[in-house]
């Protein structure tokens, strides 16, 4: 299954996240606008980072922006899809804010016992490790899906936690698809089992 050009089962295009009222107020030009700007530049033969720099550099696009009409103008051209990278890998992402403090989130993907309990039957290979700020491990779950994972943890003033998590290096637009609804339903899972317990 791939993406659509609605966005499909892969999740939404940047177009469709970002109005181009929005856009326009924070750029100069709606996407329309930015489309025929970059057509006229020839960026359909330009690489991702090529367009983000032209966008920065000769029109004062600042990074945020820059990137969101580099992506929209990819996927309206037919350059990536909607969950592809700029490298032609799949990814996804989701995030949660946990009642609990970094060390016990980190603890929650790191401890096997932990882990099972919210993330039953993935096995996570350590990469690297930052105490209460970050994960790199490779993913695998019981289907024999593989992948990299990312975590990344901000603690709030209030002891809650802000989670980030990247599932990188997907097979394809489908798994993008499966993996985006599996974290979203893992991470509200790990959210209560760390809130209800101290």
Not at 15 to 43: M, P
């Amino acid at each position: 299954m791939s993406g659509t050009r609605d966005g499909g089962a892969t999740g939404r295009r940047i177009t469709e996240k970002v109005s181009a009222d929005a856009l326009r107020g924070a750029t100069g030009r709606d996407w329309d606008g930015w489309f025929a700007e970059l057509d006229a530049w020839g960026a359909t033969r330009r690489t991702h980072t090529e367009i983000a720099t032209h966008l920065r550099e000769e029109h004062g696009v600042d990074g945020w922006y820059a990137q969101s009409v580099s992506v929209g103008y990819e996927q309206e051209r037919g350059m990536r899809e909607v969950g592809q990278s700029s490298t032609g890998d799949w990814n996804t992402s989701g995030s949660r804010t946990v009642g609990a403090p970094p060390d016990r989130v980190l603890d929650a993907f790191t401890d096997p016992g932990v882990r099972e309990r919210w993330l039953p039957g993935v096995v996570l290979t350590e990469r690297s490790r930052q105490p209460a700020r970050s994960l790199s491990a490779g993913f695998r779950d019981a289907s024999g899906e593989a992948g990299r994972l990312s975590v990344w943890l901000t603690a709030l003033p209030d002891g809650r936690t802000r989670l980030g998590v990247g599932h990188e290096k997907l097979a394809d637009a489908a798994a993008v698809a499966a993996y985006k609804a599996f974290w979203k339903e893992r991470l509200a899972v790990l959210k209560a089992l760390l809130e209800e317990s101290p």
